[in-house]
């Protein structure tokens, strides 16, 4: 309905409004001027009224007893006996726990807009693998088998295999990688991935949604979607709560015949505390895991975590650092200082992100000058550097030098090699280390939970990544539908899991999974899609967030607890003739304060 749309759309504006009058209506009450107090309070409880009342309309057509129908039905009948303050304050506070709730459990869906426009949009089409003058073409008008021509820097607009040309892609939308992928003839590729060194000739095997970066936006918007059903918790007591107070007050108005005391029984029976007390104590909980370096969005978030018995982790920028470094140096012969100045002077002209973390390594190396400096495609460069032959690149461009006395090397690393004036002089091993707060971090949570490695990388490179670390399960080669295959395989076994990453890849996994915990340091997709977000990217924080989790849902239960024995309260001192309207409505008040100042417990440091 337009009017439900408008209030959702001004929702923060028109509480705005509310508490203004409400202000100004007390302020009248002290100058003692009850006529205006009464009337702004009315102002205030029709205004916030309207969407109460088309919400409890709605769900009574699905024959389902809603909260906001005791407030409705509490609010008339306060109107009914001219308890204006009764009404309008109920109201009030009902709004202000729906907008901080509302602020709370907010998920945006700006994730899959974000992946729709990194979608790939035209591509260069040509007529055969031999073709270098391709039509731009708009993605919708490929078909599978087309031709279609890439080059360094553009983007890879299909899924296909090689058939022409070499070079280095850039995998890590989909696979989650840092380190580009050296692709040649009979190579598969990925839309949406990029192509960062070379030229390749790709026959489409997939396009547009079909392609799995297609699938990777419908992954995250069906797991998104079979997720909201985060309901208030409110609402589970509602469905027993309303009939009880409509049945007492009922039975009250056959027994008495006094309508007064009837609607008095809704009006104190309408649980303020019991309204205000659950988002209070969602925001304070909020608020204490953001002091400790935690983003959570909504209290559900905080129910599901504290029964997780499964943490499943992507590897790249989640457990490891996220970008490649030298993790060993070998000199084989000759002088090493010279040796690491020839190497660093080659690959400070590079561009490559493996050169990077050489130059990174070797920071505080002079180079020398550089002349005749080539690229090898998917090999390496050739250089000259003081008067030397030198070339660093893989084992390919040392063999095709005529060297073949390679060194023993780590199989699971990354090999760059030098060789000056036609001998092998150097070799380095790459790879992407473990955060320093990874090992301690896993040690702590493993005996309270499972844990799974899911990662884009090769079997081999994962479980060596992860040796000596105590997880339950390791596997490698995952693309997203893998890694969402498995979460779903484990939690209709009935276990419950959390995934933690930090890529795009990582969307559909995040939205899957009970609990999505995203790293700060990634990407937008991730960050968007996760219910919890890491800031620091500290696995650390996760133990924290476990107690943070428990203390919050206790205090939303000890909330519960005091509304329900002050309605209950109220209710003997009512039947009793102890309590009356007046003082009824103190004690209400008063409740509304303690479960305030109870939730305020929660904002202590962990």
């Known amino acids: 309905m337009k009017i439900q749309r408008f209030y959702q759309q001004h929702q923060k504006t028109i509480l705005g409004i509310m508490t203004g009058l409400l202000i100004i209506a007390y302020l009248f009450k002290w100058q003692q001027n009850f006529l205006l107090f009464n009337t702004l309070l009315a102002l205030v409880a029709i205004i916030g009224e309207i969407p109460l009342f088309l919400r409890a309309a709605s769900a009574l057509k699905f024959k389902l007893v809603s909260i906001e129908l005791l407030v409705t039905i509490a609010v008339i009948g306060a109107f009914f006996i001219q308890e204006f303050s009764e009404a309008g304050i109920v109201v009030w506070l009902f709004s202000l726990g729906n907008l901080l709730e509302e602020l709370s459990l907010q998920k945006t869906r700006q994730s899959v807009k974000e992946l729709v426009q990194l979608a790939p949009k035209a591509a260069y089409r040509i007529m055969s693998p031999e073709d270098r003058k391709g039509e731009l073409v708009a993605i919708d008008d490929l078909d599978e088998d087309d031709y279609v021509l890439v080059r360094t820097g553009d983007q890879i607009p299909v899924d296909g295999k090689v058939v022409r040309g070499s070079g280095y892609v850039d995998e890590a939308p989909i696979t989650g990688e840092a380190k580009p992928q050296a692709k040649k003839i009979g190579n598969s590729t990925y839309a949406g991935t990029n192509l960062t060194d070379g030229t390749l000739v790709i026959q489409a095997s997939r396009v547009g949604e079909d392609t799995t970066f297609g699938q990777l936006i419908e992954l995250i918007e069906e797991a998104q979607d079979s997720q909201t059903q985060a309901q208030r918790k409110i609402d589970q007591f509602a469905k027993y709560y309303t009939p009880i107070v409509l049945v007492i007050a009922l039975i009250v108005f056959i027994i008495s015949r006094q309508i007064e005391l009837a609607i008095t029984v809704l009006v104190l029976g309408c649980p303020g505390a019991l309204v205000i007390g659950v988002p209070v104590s969602t925001v304070a909980g909020i608020g204490t895991a953001a002091k400790s370096g935690i983003l959570v969005k909504g209290a559900t978030v905080f129910e599901t975590f504290r029964k997780v018995n499964w943490l499943a982790f992507d590897k790249t920028g989640t457990i490891t650092s996220g970008h490649p470094a030298v993790t060993k140096v070998v000199n084989l012969t000759g002088d090493e200082k010279l040796n690491t100045q020839y190497l660093v002077s080659v690959e400070t002209e590079a561009t490559h992100p493996l050169a990077k973390a050489i130059v990174h390594h070797f920071a505080s190396v002079t180079p020398f ?43 699971t690393t990354t090999h760059v090699l030098m060789a000056v004036d036609n001998q092998l002089t150097l070799a380095l091993e790459i ?59 484990t939690q209709d076994k009935g276990q419950k899991v959390a995934f933690i990453g930090d890529g795009i890849n990582d969307g559909p996994a995040l939205a899957t999974a009970k609990v999505g915990i995203a790293m700060g340091s990634g990407s937008d997709t991730a960050i968007e899609t996760a219910d919890i977000v890491l800031p620091t990217s500290d696995l650390s924080r996760l133990p924290i967030l476990n107690r943070i989790a428990k203390a919050t849902m206790w205090n939303m239960n000890e909330n519960i607890s005091i509304a329900l024995l002050t309605v209950l309260l109220l209710f003997i001192g009512l039947f009793t003739g102890y309590i009356h309207m007046a003082s009824g409505m103190l004690i209400h008040e008063a409740s509304i304060l303690v479960v305030i100042l109870n939730s305020f417990r929660l904002l202590r440091h962990f």
């Open 369 to 411: 000058p550089t002349e005749q400096l080539a690229t090898v495609k998917g090999a390496g460069i050739k250089a000259v550097v003081a008067g030397h032959h030198v070339l660093v690149g893989n084992e390919e461009l040392i063999q095709a030098a005529g060297i073949t006395n390679l060194p023993n090397l780590t199989p």
């Open 431 to 489: 790879m992407d280390p473990l955060k320093e707060t990874t090992p301690a971090a896993i040690k702590q949570l493993h005996p309270h939970y499972h844990l799974a490695l899911l990662t884009g990388d090769h079997q081999a490179v994962a479980e060596a990544t992860v040796a000596g670390l105590d997880f339950d399960a390791i596997h490698g080669d995952q693309l997203p539908k893998d890694k969402v295959n498995f979460i779903q395989a």
